[in-house]
């Protein structure tokens, strides 16, 4: 069986250790059809103030639904969903979500799409201004705000989606494998734009990153977390030793790299359990 190395064994992120945590999730399971689907099952997971954990796991473990639930908007089975120490019961506040497919409004330009969510809130117009123009300027989109979501490309379009989650200045941030439709270098590119604006102290938040790219939870996470086959449990949760400030070149240099790719990759390849796979069947 993979050993973890032993320099990533102790927490050195810190990350709000001593503050309630931000989302707690106390025994959670989510079935569909019955019963008959079990997304993830007893599922218990603390995501501490503005730490950035990374979900990872198989596919149909259960990820997205996780982060569906948090974002209140499915329900669990049984169990406890808290943010901020309040079950969640329909989407919480200080709570956004980016989605992997974009969700802009193609009838919307930029500055309106990341405008969408502060005027649904009710949010008056000198602060949806001030706070959208802060994020376009900020994510490289300055001069793009009458632009159509068809004119600009995949990475620009995602950006705008980060806009309008990071203008409701939220305590919390879902990511739905936001990256993981782009091509590989402009992935890149916008994870070291989203790690430069995590390295910011007044836009560190709370983030749950889910994603199918060990390279990419290395790259940007306080702590990984591993999740099993579905039904959907965490199987282990891997503190970086990378500390802050970091960024992607200095991260892949790092011997530890290698070695903590190597181990993830050879969780995620561990055989499922029999007994498990009946569970499902």
Not at 78 to 86: A, D, F, Q, R, S
Not at 91 to 113: C, E, I, R, S
Not at 162 to 190: G, H, K
Request: glycine letters at 8%; aromatic letters at 6%.
């Amino acid at each position: 069986m993979a050993t973890a190395p032993a320099e990533i064994i102790a927490d050195r992120s810190g990350a709000g250790a001593n503050a309630a945590p931000a989302v707690q999730a106390i025994q959670a399971t989510k079935m569909f059809l019955d019963g008959a689907v079990i997304a993830y099952r007893n599922l218990n997971l603390e995501i501490k103030r503005q730490e950035i954990l990374c979900i990872v796991g198989p596919s149909g473990c259960g990820k997205t639904t996780l982060l569906r639930s948090i974002a209140g908007l499915t329900d669990l089975s049984t169990g406890e969903l808290l943010v901020h120490g309040k079950p969640v019961k329909g989407p919480p506040d200080g709570v956004a979500m980016v989605f992997q497919h974009f969700g802009l409004l193609p009838w919307k330009t930029v500055y309106d799409n990341g405008a969408f969510g502060l005027r649904m809130s009710g949010a008056n117009e000198a602060t949806i201004k001030e706070r959208v123009t802060r994020y376009l300027q900020l994510v490289g989109l300055a001069g793009f705000e009458k632009s159509f979501p068809h004119q600009l490309s995949g990475g620009m379009q995602q950006r705008v989606g980060l806009v309008r989650a990071l203008a409701m200045n939220p305590s919390i941030m879902l990511m739905d494998e936001p990256f993981a439709a782009l091509d590989a270098q402009t992935r890149e590119t916008l994870q070291e734009e989203l790690l430069s604006l995590m390295q910011r102290p007044e836009e560190r938040k709370a983030m749950v990153f889910i994603t199918h790219s060990i390279d990419e939870a290395l790259l940007l996470a306080d702590r990984i977390a591993i999740m099993t086959a579905r039904p959907g449990k965490i199987d282990e949760i891997l503190p970086s030793p990378f500390g802050w400030p970091r960024d992607f070149d200095s991260v892949q240099r790092n011997p530890l790299f290698a070695e903590m790719r190597a181990y993830i990759r050879a969780k995620l390849k561990a055989p499922t359990d029999p007994a498990k796979a009946k569970e499902t069947a």
